[in-house]
């Protein structure tokens, strides 16, 4: 009687292992494990930043494995420091990082990196290449896209190369801003007739720039050009010419190329803006990219990928927004 107990007893402790057994993991279901990316952007209110994050949702919805988490550092520097401190904390399979400055951001994406989480940054760089990879456009070549195309309008209107131009710049100490100028002027510098005259700082934002135009305006009797290192700024300075009746006096220039209602493919359809230069998102590319580091153990990004940027003026800005 007591052997039949015992074998009793073994029976139900198999059968109790096998149920466990059977429980629900993701192993026995063949459930995905479920990825954590964090991306921190540097600024949700100018319009190129809303795009990214748009685009970065829609792509990676496309992937039901990946949990998205977006920050907001509002164009401050500390704000964004911190977010990124408490994602490493969070550890997450992929940090994504468009840096609000170059320099500030530095140090707290080796961080990052020294914590092992794989890092993408994304746009803008930062002093020291403390990333997995970088994913950007040549901003000094699409300053020269834009310096040639000013001075073949200036020269069309003039017969030689000459002209009075207003530069808007963004934030300074962005690389973005930096090398927007630095290309521009490798073309201007060429011709002692062509003068920069006004060179304000307006943040990228439109908002700021139609102010800081607004006191150009007061101080320069007559304008050309307005160069803007983005399409907002250089709307804004529209809208302060336009207020002023001056706008027809000029022709405004800007970065970006964004579709949609307020984007500068339309504007340069309506006729506000003469050229724009495409900025890719970057997005595409970091999401692509991204997840093959989540999901395929062997692979290993470039260092860096470079996008590609495009000249849109009247003549191919319609094609441009219909894509």
């Known amino acids: 009687m007591r052997r039949a107990v015992v074998a009793l007893a073994a029976l139900l402790a198999l059968a109790l292992l096998a149920i466990a057994g059977c429980s629900k993991s993701p192993q026995s279901t063949g459930a995905k494990r479920k990825y954590l990316v964090i991306f921190s952007q540097c600024n949700n209110a100018e319009p190129y930043r809303a795009a990214q994050n748009d685009l970065m949702r829609k792509l990676f919805a496309q992937h039901p494995d990946v949990e998205l988490v977006i920050t907001d550092a509002q164009q401050d520097n500390a704000k964004q420091i911190s977010q990124i401190e408490t994602a490493i904390r969070q550890k997450p399979d992929l940090l994504i990082v468009a840096p609000n400055e170059r320099a500030p ?132 300075a529209y809208l302060a010419a336009k207020e002023k009746g001056r706008d027809k006096e000029m022709f405004f220039v800007g970065v970006d190329g964004l579709r949609g209602e307020a984007g500068g493919l339309k504007k340069v359809m309506d006729g506000v803006l003469a050229a724009t230069f495409i900025y890719p998102l970057c997005v595409d590319k970091a999401v692509e990219v991204g997840y093959r580091m989540l999901t395929e153990p062997n692979f290993r990004p470039q260092k860096e990928y470079l996008m590609t940027s495009t000249e849109v003026t009247a003549q191919n800005a319609a094609k441009l927004y219909k894509g």
């Open 105 to 236: 951001l530095t140090a707290v994406m080796k961080k990052a990196m020294d914590a092992g989480i794989r890092t993408i940054c994304l746009e803008r760089d930062i002093l020291q290449p403390y990333y997995t990879t970088y994913i950007k456009c040549d901003n000094r070549a699409i300053g020269r896209m834009a310096g040639e195309y000013i001075v073949k309008r200036l020269t069309a209107k003039y017969g030689k190369p000459k002209g009075i131009i207003a530069e808007i710049s963004g934030l300074k100490g962005v690389e973005a801003e930096q090398n927007r100028q630095a290309g521009a002027h490798e073309v201007f510098d060429k011709y002692p007739d062509i003068k920069v005259v006004a060179n304000p700082v307006a943040d990228w934002l439109q908002g700021k720039a139609k102010d800081r135009m607004t006191e150009v305006l007061s101080a320069v009797p007559h304008i050309d050009c307005v160069y803007a290192h983005n399409d907002p700024m250089a709307v804004g």
